[in-house]
């Protein structure tokens, strides 16, 4: 009947509405509308007839809000993608990946827009890492035996990654870079597998972005070395026997997927640093796998590297000179943090421009967003103020090797 009362209006004059709604009872009316609206109100409350997310528990909470707060996964890479979730919720107007940094997170090659300025390349490191370079991507047409990996090692800072970077730059190489703290895991074979996906990475590069690529592991010795009576891990075989295999098997990698005729892998030269390599496998360094290049500067790359650090500076050729002299037997990171030292006067000056230490923290990270921060003025570079940072960390090196604390603390041990 409250179908008929919707459809006469459209059929029929008013006045004929309303002898009819008279002759009708006005509280079945009433009570008609009012079922029909808790029926509407019941069908729009439900997703679907056989959806339980609505489902509530005891505490009158639904599936979803218990789905949030028991999941531990947090992978949001992977939670926002098309097809694992509804499409609503993915949407087209970023792409099908909701996660707009997943890509970037995903690139891990390195490229080098932050090397701004110039810099000195010794000729020598720069010969042996070409040579091992090319001579891996032309592997196949010479008649000998080529190693994957070149093994770069000796003293500490002596800037063998610094200078293996600036090389990539200079040949245009988009190189895949690991560190020794990728080279152990919680889960046992991590480690090697991660290394074969970063070898067929640099291979893809080479493969669909047409630049030249390589791998290259920092501090191996770090990771892989054998120091006293540390223990020797599953993961370090494993990333051993990884590293092997590449050097036997340069094209055939694989990441776990069946083998096929057709997936052949770009050869991709290795490339390691280090500062004892007696320390690894030694079947590992064997000259057949591992080209090793110790790298020691002489005196004149020395003053070439420094000279074109203070150059901006106006730091002239032979005041680098009577530093490098003043403070010998010194490695290449010595003379950049004395540049660094300088700067100690002037950050603390900054300081109290700002308000003091006791205002720093809310003066700096709260201010509002029209508000400015006092300007800085870096300390003019000159050869004296260079000396002085120079006898400083000098006076502390001197300290750490004649203060054994260690022995204060156990003197006991000794009596």
């Known amino acids: 009947m409250a179908k008929v009362l919707l459809l006469v209006p459209l059929l029929v004059p008013t006045r004929k509405i309303e ?23 019941k069908k729009k409350k439900r997703l679907s007839e056989q959806s339980s997310w609505e489902a509530k528990d005891g505490e009158g909470k639904d599936y979803l809000y218990r789905l ?14 098309s097809g694992l979730i509804d499409d609503l919720f993915a949407g087209n107007f970023l792409g099908k990946d909701s996660d707009i940094v997943f890509d970037y997170r995903q690139k891990v090659t390195r490229s080098f827009q932050y090397l701004q300025g110039d810099y000195y390349i010794a000729p020598l490191f720069m010969d042996k890492v070409v040579c091992h370079i090319v001579k891996n991507y032309i592997a196949h047409i010479l008649n000998t035996k080529v190693p994957l990996i070149l093994g770069i090692w000796g003293g500490k800072g002596q800037g063998k990654s610094f200078q293996t970077e600036l090389i990539f730059q200079a040949l245009g190489v988009e190189p895949v870079i690991m560190s020794a703290g990728e080279l152990e895991s919680e889960r046992a074979g991590e480690p ?3 290394i074969r996906e ?36 599953v993961n370090n075989q494993i990333v051993v026997g ?13 990441v776990g997927q069946d083998w096929r005729e057709s997936d052949v892998t770009n050869r991709i030269p290795v490339i390691v640093t280090g500062n004892d390599l007696s320390t690894i496998y030694a079947p590992l360094i ?13 005196r004149e790359d020395i003053l070439n590297i420094v000279h074109r650090m203070y150059e901006k500076d106006g730091i002239s050729r032979d005041e680098v000179e009577k530093i490098v002299d003043t ?3 010194q490695a290449l990171d010595f003379y950049g943090a004395l540049r660094s030292r300088t700067y100690d006067k002037s950050i603390l000056k900054w300081i109290d421009d700002i308000g003091g230490v006791e205002n720093f923290g809310s003066k700096f990270l709260k201010r509002r967003k ?15 103020a260079l000396l002085e940072s120079g006898y400083s960390l000098l006076k502390e090196q001197q300290l750490i090797m004649e203060t054994k604390l260690s022995k204060e603390y156990m003197k006991n041990i000794e009596d």
């Open 19 to 41: 002898c009819l709604s008279n002759s009708f009872k006005p509280q079945f009316c009433v009570r008609c509308c009012n079922n029909n609206d808790e029926v509407n109100k």
């Open 68 to 81: 949030g707060k028991e999941a531990d996964n947090m992978n949001i890479a992977v939670g926002q993608r």
């Open 192 to 194: 090697g597998r991660l």
């Open 198 to 233: 970063r070898y067929r990475t640099a291979s893809q590069v080479v493969q669909n972005q047409g630049k030249m690529s390589c791998l290259m592991i920092n501090d191996i010795d770090a990771g892989l070395g054998r120091f006293g009576n540390t223990q020797m891990t």
């Open 242 to 254: 990884t590293l092997m295999n590449l050097s036997d098997n340069p094209t055939r990698v694989s």
């Open 286 to 298: 064997r000259d057949g796998r591992m080209d090793k290049f110790y790298w020691q500067p002489i």
């Open 327 to 329: 403070f010998p037997n």
């Open 370 to 384: 029209d508000q400015n921060l006092p300007v800085f003025i870096p300390p003019e570079q000159t050869a004296d």
